[in-house]
Structure formats: C-alpha cells, structure tokens
C-alpha cells in the first residue's frame, strides 16, 4: 500500500532535483529529513502514524542501540525508537 | 449523572504524560485499584472534591490512541462509551496533556471528541515547558480546540481549583464539541489520522511558540553516557546488579524480623491455645504456609520500588531500547528482560512485571520461561546439596566444585528459558516478532508520591493473595501430612509438619537434633503425604530417589525451600535445620534405604538438584501465573511441562551419570 503525500509535501518533492529520496533506516543520523510516504499496513503501520509518523512530519535519527537496532528517531518534539522493519517502510526525503 | 447522583469523571492520557501523578493529587490515598473483570487490565479509581460534591474519579489505563488494537484500548473505549459493565459512562473526561510534548499527546485528544461526553485538557509538565522558555498562549488553544485547557501542576496545585471549576461547567454545560475534520480523501484507510495530525499541527502551531528544545538537549546528554553503545551496556549490567544486590541485602533484616514474627506468633498461640488439632492447623498450616510466603514481602517491595524508580525517571525504556535485539532473536520484546532478570530474586515479582509487555503472546511467553530463573528460594536447596556431597573439592586444585555447579544450575535454567521461549514462540505462541516502536520519554526526576503509591499497590495485592490462594494450599498440604493420625503420634509429644521452614537458612538455632521424638517420622511415613511418596516410589526411582525423597519432593510442590525442612522430618533431626547444619549433612550421607544401600550419591544429588532447577515447585508462582494469564489452561500447561522438562532433564542427569560410571 502507498500512502501519497499531502500536497504541500507533493509540490515540494517536485521542486527541486537536489532532494534525495530514502528509507529512514538509510537516513544519516543527524540528519533532519521529511517523511514522503508510509508504506506498509497493518496495526503496525497504524501505530508508526497514530505516534505521528505522518507524510509531511520532519525526523531526525538520533541513534542506533548497541547492536545496530533498533534506531531512535526524534519527531514532534520527542523520542520514538523502532526496529529496522518499522524503519524500512517509512520514505523520506532530505 | 448516575442514579447515585455522583459524577463519574475518566482521566485519559498517553503514557509518561503525568496522569499518574495528577491522579493521585486529586485522589490523595483515597484509591482502590483492582483489575477488570477477565482482563489484567488495572482499575484504577478514586474519589474526588468537587466543591462539595463528590465525584469518582476513573484512572483510565495509559493510552495513544483509542482504536482498540490493545487490550487497555478496548477497555478504555468501553469505558467511555458505557460498555463497561460496573462503571457509569463518565460525566466528563480530563484529557491529561504533556505541555512539552503537545502535539502527539493531542492526537488521543482528537479521539476522545468522538464521545460526545464535556473534555477538559489537563496540561501537565507545564513548568519544564515553561523552563524551556517556550510560550503558550492557553486561550488560544482552548479556543482552536474548543474545549477549556487548564495548565495544572501536582506539586504545587497550580491550576487544581481551576480544573475543578472547569470540570463542574462542563459537566453542567454537556456541552460536546461538534469535531469536524477535513478528511482528504487520498489519505486512504488512514485519512482520519493525517486529518487529526492537520488540525493538531495548526492548533499548536497558532497558539505555540517553540524555543529550541532545550529539555530535549538534557535528555541527549545523559543518553550519549546511558545508550551508549558499550558503555550503556556496562551501566545496564551494574544498574541491575546493584538492584538485586540490594533486594537480596536490604531485605535480609526485614525478612528475618518477619520471620522472627510468625515464629513468635506460632509459639504464642502453641501455648495459649488448648492442644489437638486446632491449635496445629493454626500453626503448623496457617501461620506456617502463610507467614513463609508472607516473609517474601520486603523483596517484592524493594523490588518494585527500583522498578517504579526506573520506569519514572524514563530509564526502563532506555533498558528495553538496549536490550530489544537480544531478546528478539529469541523472540520475546526487548520489556521482557527485566521481568527475567526480577525472577532470579522472586518469580511472583517477576511475573507481576510483565504488565509492561502489551502483547499478550509475547507477555505469556515471558511469564511462562520466568520460573526457570534461578530464584532465592533455590539456593536453600543447592547449598544443602552442595555442602554435603561436593563440599572442599575442587577443580584443577582451585576452582571450587561447588562455585562451579552453582553457576551450573543458574546457567541451565537460563539455557532452558532461551530454549523454551523460542520452540514457544514458533509454535503455541506463534507471533510475528513484537513491533519495538516505543517512546523514549525525557528523563524526569521520579515523583516519590507515584514511586511509593506504586509500591504500596504491588505490596498489597501480594498480601491479599497471601490471604487467600496460599491460605487454601497450605492447610491442604498440612492436612496431607497431618492425616491420617496414628496411634503413637496421638500420644506423643508435640505433632509438627513440614510447611514450617526457615527462608534464607538462618533460622534460629533451637531444638538440638536428636530430641525430637520419633513418632515426627513415624506419622509422617503414614500421612497421606508418606503414602503418596510410596506411590511415586517406582515413578522416581529411575532419577535416582527413593519414598523419602519422594515426599520431601511433594511438599515441596508448595514452596522449593520446603525441602529441607521436610528433609529433616524425614531424617529426625530437628525441625529448625538449616541447609548447613552438620546433622542434616551427615543424615543424609549415612541415610540408607531398606536394602542398606546408601539412599543418596554425589549423582542423586546432582539429580535432585537439576529438577528443581526445572520443576514448577511453588504455589505461589502458580497462584500469580493463574491470576495474570487468568487462565487456567496456561497455568495447568506451565506446570505440566515443566514438570516433563525436570523429569527428564533429571532422568538423563542419573542414567547418563551412571553409565558413565558415577554412582
């Protein structure tokens, strides 16, 4: 399933080559970046977007844990941490 | 309002946002708290002032959201929509909000508008908002939201007498708001989520204005030293051991003062009360089996005061977060470990904990490899092994056997739980691996109030339990002991059984071995619990016991450390011995069986000691696991297989050990 974006987002995606599409496991830690699309279903991918992991929210990977998962991603003004699969199915667009 | 002309107002609110503590500021210790009817989910209920009136107050279980995928969900949404059987729909509910972390804590917000009952937004954390020096201009809020807001603090009642007023109009107001969303329709099945994270995202935008997010940089900086890759570990490692360390000392005192107590309480009523039966039920099963499980209470509650400690300052998730990858290649959630790890003190602690864990196949899994944790009331029964067939003797010249299978045991039960937990999680408890998507809330200094509240909570839910289930067993196991009577018992001296027994070994040093009466032997050899062991008699022969073993084995179905009280019956050497005293010792190694071999080898030993390693011997833990799982098929099953699993862990530990030679 794919989740297209709100406009805003859409329009801001197409405005410029610059930008670079990823998953937010990809993402660099430190780096600010945009969520384009939640792709996934499930109660799973319903509780990633009820926490607010939405098209159109900014994020930043602030860290992986000791063996390289899960990571912890700061949106919304607070912590969220989730494995690499819940990771893998949010886009992102930095 | 309800028939009774009390109000019932709900209090809802994500996790870690301070509802817990606004509750009980509220409330004060006018609490009751118990579990929905077939679910663990706690009830959690107070009463409130309301100017007069009073209102009862419904702690509605921590939440994200409202659509019914979780167990508290469920019960949440039942609650507030009247489906609840035994709570009135509530009157009001008081959205309880984090000023700090705004916008997802409104997201519930935005579902609890579906109800049609008067919200009130409690906005919490509001000072550490403020000490961040962002600006919130609450009127604006109210306003964009269209219900009142009211910035409350629990420690310095800022905002109580506010939120009572607030609450009081909009009870009498009913007034709901029309919630309307723009829904886009390219959102899909999750439309309404992106419409309410919209309307959020512009409330807060035009009535917030952000600092940069100085708590946030706090935060980080510890996180840096206490998730760090090696160094986060190591913290983890010396956190716990310094937790059980303490549960293990600092209850030592208290635990024998208890015990101390019942002892004094059983002499007291030995001799002040007419002799016969009665006064032996009283105290040799009621005072006995309660009091012996009733000494456990400091451990559960320091144990729970670290937990409550840890989970409030926020570094319980931080735990889990290092931890999630180990457990889940085993399949269980990164929550479980602490669960575990409280086992090696106590499983009843341990699988109380397990409430954190909201999957109920990842929390069943958890519960039902928690026994095989090496817990205290083990060690009684290792020492004793121990000090009498390996004592002195060592490896290599200096490491010490006995260090050595200590170690042994406590590794096998991890071993098994590892093992169990993952054939359980691909079969009976076949689940994908438990989504990890966690908050990792901002540490925070504990509230004593909540860390103390919570304690007393877990303390008396034990006692009660204390009160009823161990109640039941103990005068059963008494009776199977105690009956039938024979003829030399009933005029011998002073009848005693086996459910009496010392917890850490320290019992006090009383009645010198050879004194007691052999009748003690004799009734016992005829009790309905002989008989049992006679019964078995062929079934645990091929681990290497004979009936004796046999019926300390039974009685210590009720509690593991039983066994060595039992043990003495058995052997006549006094009811207060300990696992180290000498004539226990030497009983046991001159012990012979009718045949006049020697009734016990290094290797039967070895035996005894990897079944109860594996065997679900304690009724306490079968008490709680009944409760938690509230079911009897999951507890009945834990026992069976366990008990397979210490069976032929235990037949392959004596045959194996004899064909290789050893006696």
């Given at each position: 399933?794919?989740?297209?974006?709100?406009?805003?987002?859409?329009?801001?995606?197409?405005?410029?080559?610059?930008?670079?599409?990823?998953?937010?496991?990809?993402?660099?830690?430190?780096?600010?970046?945009?969520?384009?699309?939640?792709?996934?279903?499930?109660?799973?991918?319903?509780?990633?977007?009820?926490?607010?992991?939405?098209?159109?929210?900014?994020?930043?990977?602030?860290?992986?844990?000791?063996?390289?998962?899960?990571?912890?991603?700061?949106?919304?003004?607070?912590?969220?941490?989730?494995?690499?699969?819940?990771?893998?199915?949010?886009?992102?667009?930095? | 309002?309800?028939?009774?002309?009390?109000?019932?107002?709900?209090?809802?609110?994500?996790?870690?946002?301070?509802?817990?503590?606004?509750?009980?500021?509220?409330?004060?210790?006018?609490?009751?708290?118990?579990?929905?009817?077939?679910?663990?989910?706690?009830?959690?209920?107070?009463?409130?002032?309301?100017?007069?009136?009073?209102?009862?107050?419904?702690?509605?279980?921590?939440?994200?959201?409202?659509?019914?995928?979780?167990?508290?969900?469920?019960?949440?949404?039942?609650?507030?929509?009247?489906?609840?059987?035994?709570?009135?729909?509530?009157?009001?509910?008081?959205?309880?909000?984090?000023?700090?972390?705004?916008?997802?804590?409104?997201?519930?917000?935005?579902?609890?508008?579906?109800?049609?009952?008067?919200?009130?937004?409690?906005?919490?954390?509001?000072?550490?908002?403020?000490?961040?020096?962002?600006?919130?201009?609450?009127?604006?809020?109210?306003?964009?939201?269209?219900?009142?807001?009211?910035?409350?603090?629990?420690?310095?009642?800022?905002?109580?007498?506010?939120?009572?007023?607030?609450?009081?109009?909009?009870?009498?107001?009913?007034?709901?708001?029309?919630?309307?969303?723009?829904?886009?329709?390219?959102?899909?099945?999750?439309?309404?989520?992106?419409?309410?994270?919209?309307?959020?995202?512009?409330?807060?935008?035009?009535?917030?204005?952000?600092?940069?997010?100085?708590?946030?940089?706090?935060?980080?900086?510890?996180?840096?030293?206490?998730?760090?890759?090696?160094?986060?570990?190591?913290?983890?490692?010396?956190?716990?051991?310094?937790?059980?360390?303490?549960?293990?000392?600092?209850?030592?005192?208290?635990?024998?003062?208890?015990?101390?107590?019942?002892?004094?309480?059983?002499?007291?009523?030995?001799?002040?009360?007419?002799?016969?039966?009665?006064?032996?039920?009283?105290?040799?099963?009621?005072?006995?089996?309660?009091?012996?499980?009733?000494?456990?209470?400091?451990?559960?509650?320091?144990?729970?005061?670290?937990?409550?400690?840890?989970?409030?300052?926020?570094?319980?998730?931080?735990?889990?977060?290092?931890?999630?990858?180990?457990?889940?290649?085993?399949?269980?959630?990164?929550?479980?470990?602490?669960?575990?790890?409280?086992?090696?003190?106590?499983?009843?602690?341990?699988?109380?904990?397990?409430?954190?864990?909201?999957?109920?196949?990842?929390?069943?899994?958890?519960?039902?490899?928690?026994?095989?944790?090496?817990?205290?009331?083990?060690?009684?029964?290792?020492?004793?092994?121990?000090?009498?067939?390996?004592?002195?003797?060592?490896?290599?010249?200096?490491?010490?056997?006995?260090?050595?299978?200590?170690?042994?045991?406590?590794?096998?039960g991890i071993i098994v739980a590892v093992a169990v937990a993952f054939v359980l999680k691909r079969t009976l408890l076949k689940a994908p691996p438990p989504p990890f998507i966690m908050e990792l809330p901002p540490y925070r200094l504990p509230n004593i109030r909540t860390v103390v509240q919570n304690m007393l909570t877990r303390a008396w839910l034990f006692v009660k339990r204390a009160g009823t289930v161990i109640l039941t067993i103990s005068i059963i196991l008494w009776a199977l002991m105690y009956f039938p009577r024979s003829a030399e018992t009933l005029t011998g001296a002073e009848p005693k059984t086996a459910v009496n027994q010392s917890i850490d070994g320290t019992a006090t040093e009383g009645d010198s071995a050879v004194e007691l009466p052999l009748p003690e032997s004799e009734q016992l050899k005829n009790s309905f619990a002989g008989k049992l062991g006679h019964a078995i008699e062929?079934?645990?022969?091929?681990?290497?016991?004979?009936?004796?073993?046999?019926?300390?084995?039974?009685?210590?179905?009720?509690?593991?450390?039983?066994?060595?009280?039992?043990?003495?019956?058995?052997?006549?050497?006094?009811?207060?011995?300990?696992?180290?005293?000498?004539?226990?010792?030497?009983?046991?190694?001159?012990?012979?069986?009718?045949?006049?071999r020697p009734a016990w080898t290094p290797l039967t030993a070895l035996s005894l000691m990897v079944f109860f390693v594996l065997a679900m011997q304690c009724m306490s833990t079968v008490a709680i696991v009944r409760r938690e799982t509230n079911s009897w098929s999951w507890t009945l099953f834990m026992v069976g297989y366990m008990t397979v699993l210490a069976y032929v862990a235990s037949l392959i530990t004596f045959q194996g050990g004899r064909m290789l030679g050893f006696e």
């Open positions: 399933m794919h989740i297209p974006a709100a406009n805003a987002e859409k329009n801001m995606i197409n405005r410029t080559d610059d930008n670079k599409q990823t998953t937010l496991t990809e993402l660099p830690v430190g780096q600010v970046a945009r969520v384009t699309s939640v792709t996934g279903f499930g109660p799973v991918t319903r509780r990633l977007m009820e926490m607010g992991v939405v098209p159109g929210v900014s994020v930043m990977v602030i860290k992986a844990a000791p063996f390289g998962d899960p990571i912890e991603i700061r949106l919304r003004g607070y912590s969220l941490a989730m494995r690499k699969n819940e990771a893998d199915t949010i886009e992102v667009q930095f | 309002m309800n028939s009774e002309n009390q109000l019932t107002i709900a209090l809802a609110g994500n996790p870690n946002a301070g509802k817990t503590t606004l509750f009980n500021s509220l409330t004060g210790l006018k609490q009751k708290v118990a579990n929905y009817p077939g679910v663990t989910v706690e009830r959690k209920e107070g009463g409130w002032q309301l100017n007069g009136s009073r209102a009862k107050l419904i702690d509605l279980p921590g939440l994200y959201s409202l659509d019914a995928t979780s167990m508290d969900e469920q019960i949440a949404r039942d609650v507030l929509t009247g489906e609840q059987p035994d709570v009135s729909r509530p009157d009001a509910i008081i959205a309880v909000v984090d000023a700090t972390n705004l916008e997802r804590n409104l997201y519930l917000v935005t579902q609890l508008f579906e109800f049609k009952i008067p919200v009130v937004v409690a906005l919490t954390m509001i000072d550490a908002f403020e000490k961040q020096k962002h600006e919130i201009d609450i009127d604006r809020l109210a306003k964009l939201l269209g219900v009142p807001v009211v910035a409350v603090n629990a420690k310095t009642s800022r905002g109580k007498d506010e939120l009572v007023e607030r609450v009081r109009e909009a009870v009498a107001s009913k007034n709901t708001i029309p919630f309307e969303l723009n829904e886009d329709t390219n959102g899909g099945e999750h439309a309404t989520i992106f419409a309410r994270y919209n309307f959020i995202s512009n409330a807060v935008q035009e009535s917030v204005t952000h600092n940069d997010h100085r708590e946030h940089r706090i935060s980080d900086k510890i996180d840096r030293v206490l998730t760090h890759k090696f160094f986060g570990l190591l913290i983890l490692v010396v956190i716990l051991l310094f937790v059980f360390q303490a549960i293990f000392s600092w209850a030592s005192l208290p635990m024998d003062l208890l015990e101390g107590g019942f002892g004094v309480l059983g002499d007291f009523a030995r001799t002040h009360l007419p002799e016969g039966i009665l006064a032996d039920l009283l105290v040799d099963g009621i005072i006995a089996g309660v009091g012996g499980v009733l000494v456990f209470l400091p451990q559960i509650m320091l144990l729970f005061l670290f937990i409550s400690i840890l989970e409030d300052t926020g570094y319980l998730a931080r735990a889990a977060f290092l931890l999630d990858k180990l457990m889940s290649r085993v399949g269980l959630h990164g929550k479980a470990f602490l669960p575990l790890m409280s086992s090696f003190a106590c499983a009843i602690p341990g699988i109380m904990a397990t409430r954190t864990i909201e999957s109920r196949r990842d929390r069943f899994a958890t519960i039902l490899i928690a026994p095989f944790m090496s817990c205290s009331a083990r060690l009684p029964v290792y020492t004793l092994m121990i000090a009498t067939f390996f004592a002195g003797q060592t490896i290599f010249g200096f490491i010490s056997l006995g260090a050595v299978l200590m170690l042994a045991m406590y590794s096998l062929p079934i645990i022969s091929p681990l290497g016991f004979d009936w004796k073993i046999g019926v300390a084995l039974i009685a210590s179905f009720a509690a593991r450390e039983v066994l060595v009280s039992t043990l003495s019956i058995i052997y006549n050497v006094g009811r207060d011995e300990t696992e180290e005293s000498p004539s226990l010792i030497s009983a046991i190694r001159d012990a012979k069986r009718e045949d006049g």
